[in-house]
């Protein structure tokens, strides 16, 4: 079986130091062609901006090309057709499979059939990997380092892929977390009991001042609206932290907000150019990580 990345912990520390340290080498120099003649499927079964098109770039700038689509309206899983079969058809044309889509797991059945490597470009409210990879990026980036930071994860927590993902990688970088939720989005006990089982440092609270002026990383997120099987629920909880500009007089200088986007409300607009707003920027790596990563993959950097 090919390898592929599903969860973050398909990557071993060095193999995510290599990433990022190949996403740089790409970022200095994005005009690369030594993918030509390879093909990608994206195949997006839930909407996304940033994933799909970063990822679609991201091939075209290796000189590969693109086949998929950006939902499955159109596709004879509309016909009662198993993702089973779809991967196995779409593995005969391709030479990677990269897919999003709503259900928790999907992407490791894809994997588990698929004859060409695939990677998961979020599966329902389990794993963002490729995203925890250009979050990496950012945070090195913007701190020098990614040893010894003080992150704080702020809103949805317990539906929120990306948080999971970064959970599990940031853990290999003595970290201490802040975990900043109302109680019903709180970071579900599998990730605790890894923190735990590994003796990592992190402390739970519902009032997002209690971590502001100490953290490095402030790392915000949208409550998953799509993710609630009770919208009543999503309502009691959907406005519970509102970050803005007059809220950051004592934040440590060198502190950065990072968001995996889209945001909704949960930072004001007048945030966005403060010397603390990086989740643009952070965004904008995501084309770099995801090249390195399709490289990395296919076998050649
Ligand atoms: N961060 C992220 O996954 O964004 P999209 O949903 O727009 O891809």
Redesign the pocket.
Known sequence: MPKSLISIQDFSKDEILHILEVAKEFEADREQSFLAGKVVACLFFE??????LSFEAAVNRLGARVIGFPDNRNTSQTKGETLEDTIKIVSNYVDMIVM?HPQAGAADIAASVASVPVIN??DGANQ?PT?TLLDLYAIQKTQGKLNGLTVNMVGDLKYGR?VHSLVEALRWFDPHFIFTSPEELNMPKKYLEILDREGVDYRQTDRIEDGLNICDVLYMTRVQQERFPDMDEYNKVKDVYRLSASMLGSVKPNMKIMH???RVNEIATDIDDTPYAYYFQQ?GGGMYVRMAIISYLLGYR
């Open positions: 909407p996304s901006t940033r994933t799909r999003r470009a979020g963002h995203q990306a995996p986007l889209p965004a």
